[in-house]
């Protein structure tokens, strides 16, 4: 069964922008804590930001800080990744994690392990 489903990845030049989106069920959107992670080729899994539904609090990685924004929609069940300024290096698949707890200050919590559901991903690549 499928609780996540994202979309909105594809290619585009450096410096240029997408938005992905991640619709959820809504007994998994109302856990709390959601989350984008990506993962490139031969990498680890990472953390790029997080939301909170119930607060609205979010947290953004080093690398994506002041570039990326998320976002919600909860008339849509939808958490939203703005993706501006893109760089070759934001080339990975984009995965929406959704765990029923908080998301922690300071992406304290921010690790695949702590995340229940998942996505299947969506495809970025940024060419430079």
């Known amino acids: 069964q499928v609780h996540l489903v994202e979309s909105g990845g594809g290619s585009v030049q450096a410096g240029g922008s997408l938005r992905l989106s991640c619709v959820a069920d809504?007994?998994?959107?109302?856990?709390?804590?959601m989350a984008w992670f990506r993962q490139a080729p031969g990498k680890e899994r990472e953390g790029v930001a997080t939301?909170?539904?119930?607060?609205?609090?979010?947290y953004y990685a080093d690398s994506v800080k002041g570039r990326f924004t998320i976002s919600q929609d909860h008339a849509k069940n939808t958490v939203y990744l703005q993706m501006n300024s893109l760089k070759p290096e934001d080339t990975a698949m984009y995965y929406c994690?959704?765990?029923?707890?908080?998301?922690?200050?300071?992406?304290?919590?921010?690790?695949?392990?702590?995340?229940?559901?998942w996505g299947q991903g969506t495809q970025v690549t940024v060419s430079s």
């Open positions: 939301v909170n539904s119930i607060d609205g609090s979010t």
């Open positions: 994690a959704a765990v029923n707890g908080y998301c922690l200050p300071g992406g304290q919590n921010l690790s695949p392990e702590y995340f229940g559901y």
């Open positions: 809504e007994y998994i959107y109302s856990t709390n804590c």
